[in-house]
């Protein structure tokens, strides 16, 4: 079965350093997407970077860059230069293939990241 | 208005009550999705929708049912509510490729507390 495993329950950072969320995952399937989300405190779910599995190179999106390590199973999100508004619940998820197409959405336990001024 | 809307946003109710959570989107997409999220487990996913005429369990559809009445809306029924479904809830779509960034769009969540 597809797993999404972060190991992380909550983190802190300094404002303008970097910090890398981990994300571990467990798949047979070979065709494979992988996901990071942001929660604010407000609760709504805000789309940050998307990784493909046969994508050749690390997905970036402004400040936020995912570390993928394909033989390792691993997906880190990167963010660099920490700000005020990153504190926020992280998840890290990844879609899930049926009927050979994207389908549902598995999730992580979830990373809080405490930024500080 | 939001492409994906959930009412109500916030909801009490009592134990052995029914109760409704909808969920209306205008993305045009044919597969949504009913997920609750609890402190420390992340958002687990109840029921799920391809299209009008298929719909599937999740990982934990015990004591909730769902009923895809269009394309566009998709509910989720608590038949006999009890208080460890006390959760945020959460609709979302996708589109067929579902990757990048246009792939899944989340409503902004339904709280319900069960007392």
């Known amino acids: 079965a597809q797993k999404i495993t972060q190991t992380q329950p909550g983190m802190f950072v300094q404002e303008k350093e970097a910090v890398t969320l981990d994300c571990t995952y467990d798949t047979s399937d070979p065709s494979y997407g992988l996901f990071w989300y942001k929660q604010p405190s407000s609760g709504e779910m805000i789309f940050l970077i998307y990784q493909g599995s046969y994508d050749q190179q690390n997905a970036t999106e402004g400040r936020y860059s995912l570390n993928f390590q394909k033989a390792r199973k691993s997906a880190n999100l990167v963010i660099s230069a920490s700000q005020l508004g990153d504190s926020a619940m992280y998840f890290c998820?990844?879609?899930?293939?049926?009927?050979?197409?994207?389908?549902?959405?598995?999730f992580g336990q979830g990373t809080e990241l405490s930024v500080k001024p | 208005d939001a492409d994906v809307t959930q009412t109500p946003r916030n909801r009490i109710t009592k134990t052995g009550k029914r109760i409704m959570l909808e969920c209306s989107q205008t993305k045009g997409h044919d597969r949504m999705y009913w997920y609750r999220q609890d402190p420390g487990l992340g958002l687990r996913l109840i029921y799920y929708s391809f299209d009008v005429k298929d719909i599937n369990k999740g990982e934990i559809s015990d004591g909730y049912s769902v009923s895809r009445q269009a394309q566009a809306k998709f509910s989720l029924s608590l038949e006999s509510a009890i208080p460890n479904q006390t959760a945020l809830y959460f609709c979302?779509?996708?589109?067929?490729?579902?990757?990048?960034?246009?792939?899944?769009?989340f409503g902004s969540g339904t709280r319900l507390t069960v007392v």
């Open positions: 979302a779509t996708s589109d067929l490729d579902s990757s990048g960034t246009y792939g899944y769009t």
């Open positions: 998820a990844m879609r899930e293939v049926v009927y050979n197409q994207g389908g549902k959405l598995i």
